[in-house]
């Protein structure tokens, strides 16, 4: 993994093929982390980190840059243990946020937890994950709007002054702020 960024970005990009990522991907260097997610709800429109735009430029690969996010404004609420095992990941867990057009996420357990502390009986729709290289695979709850962050962390830290705080800091305060890329 390279050296983090002290500004963070994330970028919204087409590509001509597909297939032209998977085989770029493959050919970079291991050290690389290089991710790039579909962003919900579109036919062809990508999100990556700083670290993938650089190795897809050392590779030549050709793409269509659209819209340009400031990763700092996408907030990430990790557990004690995401927290551990995540804080190098800081860029591919907000980019994943950003596909599912999310202004911040929360870690809310791992998989296999017998309770997770949640009720999906309305769906999976707002959840999403993401496995870590030490091989948890850890369930991110998605936000779209700062209240909706504050009442479910309320109820599922039954009000934990940090959890509530960290809600009331998250710097958009809905999807309406972020980048459009059309």
């Given at each position: 993994?390279a050296?983090?960024?002290?500004?963070?970005r994330?970028?919204?990009f087409t590509?001509?093929d597909?297939?032209?990522?998977?085989?770029?991907f493959?050919?970079?260097?291991?050290?690389?982390?290089?991710?790039a997610?579909?962003v919900?709800?579109?036919?062809?429109?990508f999100v990556m980190t700083?670290e993938?735009?650089d190795a897809?430029d050392?590779?030549d690969?050709?793409?269509n840059?659209l819209?340009?996010?400031d990763?700092s404004?996408?907030?990430?609420y990790?557990?004690?243990?995401s927290r551990?095992?995540?804080s190098?990941?800081?860029e591919?867990?907000?980019?994943l946020?950003?596909?599912?057009?999310?202004i911040?996420?929360?870690c809310v357990?791992?998989?296999?937890?017998?309770d997770?502390g949640?009720?999906?009986s309305e769906?999976?729709?707002?959840y999403?994950?993401f496995?870590?290289?030490?091989g948890h695979t850890?369930?991110?709850?998605?936000f779209?709007h700062?209240?909706?962050a504050?009442?479910?962390?309320d109820?599922l830290?039954i009000?934990?002054?940090t959890?509530?705080?960290?809600?009331?800091?998250?710097p958009?305060?809905?999807v309406?702020?972020?980048?459009?890329?059309?």
């Amino acid at each position: 993994m390279a050296t983090r960024r002290m500004i963070s970005r994330l970028y919204y990009f087409t590509i001509e093929d597909e297939g032209i990522l998977a085989e770029s991907f493959a050919g970079l260097d291991s050290e690389t982390f290089a991710i790039a997610y579909k962003v919900e709800d579109t036919d062809d429109v990508f999100v990556m980190t700083s670290e993938t735009r650089d190795a897809l430029d050392r590779a030549d690969v050709p793409y269509n840059l659209l819209a340009e996010e400031d990763g700092s404004r996408v907030a990430l609420y990790h557990s004690p243990l995401s927290r551990e095992e995540l804080s190098d990941f800081e860029e591919p867990l907000k980019a994943l946020a950003l596909a599912y057009r999310a202004i911040a996420m929360a870690c809310v357990g791992v998989n296999g937890e017998s309770d997770l502390g949640f009720d999906l009986s309305e769906g999976m729709r707002n959840y999403t994950y993401f496995t870590a290289p030490a091989g948890h695979t850890f369930i991110w709850r998605l936000f779209t709007h700062r209240d909706e962050a504050r009442q479910f962390l309320d109820k599922l830290t039954i009000g934990d002054k940090t959890a509530l705080e960290w809600a009331e800091a998250i710097p958009m305060e809905s999807v309406v702020e972020l980048k459009g890329f059309h």
